[in-house]
């Protein structure tokens, strides 16, 4: 297939476009850096050094033969979304590019500005770019477990049967988020969904729980093929974070009671479901929903396998509760389904000892990198 | 009260601020002409020539003794909207500053773009200046019932209790509206609810139906201050398209079967709602929402009682079928709950023969000034 992967450079977006890439699919990738200029202007980047994208699309050429197509340029212009649609006239669009840090998005006017602005943006210019360039393409676009919020309800895949005064209908699954990035991600599924039923766009929606890990097939092959990781407050998510304060032999800290459930998975499971997405289109016309997570935590039982793991190296990791930054229930019903991934042929790598062992032996050798001023909390939600 | 009017030229702007003016409110009222500006560049301007905004307030001034502030500006400028709010320090906000034309957001990209751009910017940009600002200052935001669409349950106001498997959770009402303009009023939804939970901004959502009618007690003092009347496929509602065909001497045009359903309230009405809603604000850090509207019909029940209308004034009006130009249910299920403004103390004004009789009244010295070309559609979804 002829996969447009938007926002290429980014912790998913680049092992996608090598996995697809290995795979036999012609594979492009636009990224503006976006991700990186932020890091850079929030004092948050990456331990890792990684190189720029056109650097990596060489180095992975070299080191396996396959080739990615590279374009450094912001999708939020038109121009540069409808020479890619038109130019490369892709089969499936993969749609990472938006700014994707929840902290990043509650930090001040300027910075929950840029990402209203940058998330809607990319999506409408997207899916003009298809109607008029390529209505055939499917959208597979990355949406957020977050949008679905902590409901009492079970978590339905999407989309909702609701019986109500004797009679019923089929609803998208009520959305309610706890950050202004995640909240722009159910406004792109408003987006999208209007225009799926209007002008006949077929779409898949991703619901992505947070995602960790750092190998893939491709990632192990050269260490500058591997992802970005971010450990700092912002850009980190939290079994990041727990790993880099354990190598730093600080506390793992828990904000509040450390109840807080969401659904995990592997970056070898992205990687899967991804492309189990556009092998399997939905049919035309149609705005399909999965749920994309293999394993549900709390982030104390995260603290303790991270514990668990960091004693094994001899590491001696304590756990500290320190009060909540963010405005979220601490303690909460939870219990999504996630059983449409699975059916088209996910095979789940778990979160195992094995595979929290081989994160922290990827990160020791950075140790001395490790910045311990931007680990802590720097945004508060109010 | 100190109460501020977004949007305070536009067709319930301005009768609004008139009407808070002669309560004795103090009022100050902000516009950038992009109604104005738009209907001009698709030659769908309004059959009664209005002065503007500066002119408007001064004959309103003269009239009845009564002042309304006044300020031409751009709220897409967070330091225009900044001024108003810390410059003015309203108690009350009342924001109609929206691009409102579901035909118009259907034209094309630029089209849809500057309606998504202006209507989630101003939002975002009253939400900011009131949290930096004012954060005591209700908000009272015009949503619309199109935000629900047409679903096969009863349309609660605004949240819904849902019952699945065995458990029960609150939420909003499930949105899912017929255009892009209405899409963007679903997006304000999703922000101001997200910024309410988290900064504990008191909101009023009211869940408008199509609003008609010339008259207020204010309006009817002088015919400088009469509202915007638009007839065009482009900004008219359907009882102003049909009550011009029938003075035009041209058959009422109905979209398709004509079973649409939708609930309809007199211009007076609007400005009681507005009223009572800024004189009862809801809990400090809440989002009420109220569904605005008084009586449902269908386009063919409007398209009948117009033509009874037009003969009685021996005009002769016929009905006629065409293609609907929208992607939307011709018959459909639709029975909205409206009963929180009653209980506020809303006193309805329904679509009686005498209201019809007087709007036809007052548009009939205009008939010269109708342009024909602009009543059919010229914009069509796909």
């Given at each position: 297939m002829r996969i447009l992967v938007l926002g290429g450079d980014g912790y998913l977006g680049w092992p996608t476009s090598m996995y697809l890439a290995v795979k036999g699919?012609?594979?492009?990738?636009?990224?503006?850096?976006?991700?990186?200029?932020?890091?850079?202007?929030?004092?948050?980047?990456?331990?890792?050094?990684?190189?720029?994208?056109?650097?990596?699309?060489?180095?992975?050429?070299?080191v396996t033969g396959s080739e990615i197509g590279v374009r450094i340029g912001d999708l939020r212009d038109i121009k540069v979304m409808e020479e890619?649609?038109?130019?490369?006239?892709?089969?499936?669009?993969?749609?990472?590019?938006?700014?994707p840090s929840a902290p990043y998005s509650m930090m001040g006017y300027d910075e929950?500005?840029?990402?209203?602005?940058?998330?809607?943006?990319?999506?409408?210019?997207?899916?003009?770019?298809?109607?008029?360039?390529?209505?055939?393409?499917?959208?597979?676009?990355l949406?957020?477990?977050?949008?679905?919020?902590?409901?009492?309800?079970?978590?339905?895949?999407?989309?909702?049967?609701?019986?109500?005064?004797?009679r019923r209908g089929r609803f998208l699954f009520p959305r309610q988020a706890g950050s202004l990035y995640h909240t722009t991600k159910i406004m792109d599924t408003?987006?999208?969904?209007?225009?799926v039923r209007t002008f006949g766009l077929t779409v898949t929606d991703l619901m992505q729980g947070p995602v960790y890990g750092?190998?893939?097939?491709?990632?192990?092959?050269?260490?500058?093929?591997?992802p970005n990781f971010h450990y700092d407050d912002i850009f980190g998510t939290v079994i990041n974070r727990f790993l880099v304060q354990a190598v730093a032999g600080e506390p793992l800290t828990v904000y509040g009671a450390g109840g807080q459930t969401r659904g995990y998975l592997n970056l070898r499971d992205t990687l899967q479901c991804v492309e189990l997405a556009a092998?399997?289109?939905?049919?035309?016309?149609?705005?399909?929903?999965?749920?994309?997570?293999?394993?549900?935590?709390?982030?104390?039982?995260?603290a303790e396998r991270i514990q668990r793991t960091g004693n094994r190296m001899r590491l001696d990791v304590k756990i500290e509760r320190i009060d909540n930054p963010r405005k979220e229930a601490e303690q909460h019903?939870?219990?999504?389904v996630h059983t449409g991934l699975l059916e088209l042929g996910l095979k789940p790598h778990h979160m195992t000892d094995e595979v929290l062992d081989g994160m922290l032996e990827t990160i020791l050798p950075y140790k001395e990198r490790i910045n311990r001023g931007v680990i802590q909390p720097r945004v508060r939600w109010s």
């Open positions: 699919h012609e594979v492009f990738a636009i990224d503006n850096y976006l991700r990186r200029t932020v890091a850079l202007a929030t004092n948050s980047e990456a331990l890792i050094p990684s190189p720029n994208l056109e650097e990596r699309a060489q180095t992975f050429k070299d890619a649609i038109n130019g490369f006239k892709p089969d499936a669009v993969i749609h990472y590019a938006e700014q929950a500005l840029l990402t209203l602005d940058n998330n809607l943006k990319v999506t409408f210019n997207l899916v003009w770019s298809v109607i008029n360039h390529r209505p055939e393409c499917h959208i597979i676009k949406g957020t477990m977050g949008e679905y919020g902590t409901p009492e309800i079970d978590i339905e895949e999407g989309w909702i049967e609701i019986e109500h005064k004797g408003d987006l999208l969904w209007f225009y750092l190998s893939s097939d491709e990632t192990e092959l050269d260490s500058r093929l591997l092998l399997n289109a939905p049919e035309k016309g149609t705005l399909r929903v999965f749920n994309q997570l293999t394993e549900c935590f709390t982030v104390n039982e995260i019903y939870y219990n999504p």
